[in-house]
């Protein structure tokens, strides 16, 4: 079997303006393949799907898009040949075409996306923890900053649709986070003469890819009024598994878990929900708080089942020993206790690998055990909602603090209910008592 070389992957984003003529729709593709272009993200194709199938050649393997009508000006998804990406399933709905799958055994979801700022609901469940949306948002997200000259800061409706998007699907502007003042545009209007520079065209990511971000650059205007946006990023490794810690859903059972989880979400409130702390700093400190302290509830945990497991072997073996010089009804009582004991400790391991691997295994069990839910992570859509449902006062403040992820926390409870609902049905149907 032969090892796939893991190398960084260069994303690049460029409003074309149509790719109609013969002659610019070559300059575009060979532009991208100079530029060493993995993944190219196209706005503006202006194709029909027989134009944009047409496109699959060369150093061009795969081809997604959103072809052109009355509802879309034509995106496109450009995949390089030799990257190894296993499609899974692409979203199609007018100004953006999405594809989600895996890349290096790692699911990701890529974005081509024209205009929209607003989602639908349903558009949560297509998110991965690897998470890129690239393309021409046409909107600043900080107008004194964003154009020229210098304006007094001031939110259009556009920008603050463009805010809440990215809070809502915890996005990310890459190149902005890393040049916090410098002073850019990507966007040339010739109508426009006293505004006509804008920063328009955005990387804009999960989490998980902002720490895995290597470079990210405006690069020259030549072939089109946009500038090509370009990011760097370093791939997953081969075995994900490896890395990602994930909860097991059968804790979620357990009344000491769920006891323990309240004392320690009060704890961080009462010590961090102070005045100058935004929500969203509050909730990604939380996110990674509460788990860690899941961590150490769980390692506690399973120490103490080995524990339990160990005395139980040496007590069967003892007692077994003493049954055999002295076979009565009372040894032998004893020893069918322990081994019962052992049994039951030995059914609710196998049970929770057994719910844990249906969680979280590509291919097995219902969609909604899958972790599809990435920048909304299974862990933190299932913790929220416990401490919701149990009405812990803290949760419906902090939760009501969150003007503009209300449409987030709406996802985390549908997501929730759904799993427990699933996860307390199949258990029953497929887990029976020993």
């Known amino acids: 079997m032969t090892m796939v070389q ?16 013969v002659v610019k729709r070559q300059k575009i593709i060979s532009f991208l393949k100079r530029a060493n272009a993995q993944i190219a993200l196209q706005q503006e194709t202006q194709l029909t799907e027989v134009e944009h199938i047409k496109l699959r050649r060369g150093w061009i393997g795969q081809v997604f898009y959103s072809s052109f009508n009355s509802h879309s000006m034509g995106e496109a998804i450009f995949i390089q040949k030799k990257l190894p990406f296993n499609l899974e399933e692409i979203i199609d709905e007018g100004r953006f075409v999405i594809i989600s799958g895996f890349l290096y055994g790692e699911g990701i979801l890529i974005g081509s ?54 809070a809502d699907l915890g996005l990310f502007d890459v190149w902005r986070i890393r040049n916090p003042r410098e002073k850019d545009y990507t966007f040339y209007s010739h109508p426009h003469p006293h505004q006509s520079l804008w920063r328009i065209d955005y ?68 010590t961090n929900n102070t005045p100058g702390i935004t929500p ?26 080995i524990r339990k497991q160990l005395e139980l072997e040496h007590l069967i073996e003892d007692l077994e020993n003493t049954f055999k010089s002295s076979p009565s009804k009372q040894n032998l009582k004893k020893l069918e206790s322990a081994r019962s004991a052992l049994n039951q400790l030995l059914t609710s391991k196998a049970e929770a690998s057994i719910l844990f691997d249906r969680c979280y295994t590509p291919g097995k069990g219902n969609n909604e055990h899958k972790t599809r839910g990435g920048v909304i992570s299974f862990t933190s859509s299932l913790v929220i909602y416990f401490l919701y449902r149990n009405n812990i006062p803290t949760i419906h403040h902090f939760i009501n603090k969150l003007q503009n992820t209300k449409l987030r926390a709406k996802y985390y409870f549908t997501l929730a209910d759904t799993v427990v609902q699933n996860t307390n049905t199949w258990t029953s149907r497929h887990i029976s008592p020993t």
């Open 280 to 305: 969203s700093l509050l909730w990604e400190t939380a996110k990674a708080f509460i788990m860690g302290s899941i961590i150490s509830f769980t390692a506690a945990h399973k120490r103490d089942t």
């Open 113 to 166: 996306v024209y205009g929209p700022n607003t989602f639908e609901p349903s558009f949560f469940s297509h998110l991965t923890p690897f998470t890129v949306l690239g393309g021409d948002f046409k909107s600043v997200q900080d107008a004194s900053i964003d154009q020229p000259p210098p304006k007094q800061a001031f939110t259009t409706k556009k920008t603050a649709r463009l805010k809440e998007l990215c």
């Open 6 to 21: 893991i190398q960084k992957v260069k994303i690049i984003s460029l409003n074309v303006k149509g790719l109609g003529h």
């Open 203 to 270: 990387f804009l990511v999960s989490t998980e890819v902002m720490d895995r971000v290597k470079a990210c650059s405006i690069e020259i205007r030549t072939l089109s009024d946009h500038n090509p946006v370009s990011i760097t990023v370093s791939p997953p490794y081969l075995d994900p598994s490896s890395r990602h810690w994930r909860l097991n859903p059968s804790l979620l059972s357990s009344p000491p878990f769920l006891d323990f989880l309240e004392k320690q979400w009060e704890l961080f409130m009462s």
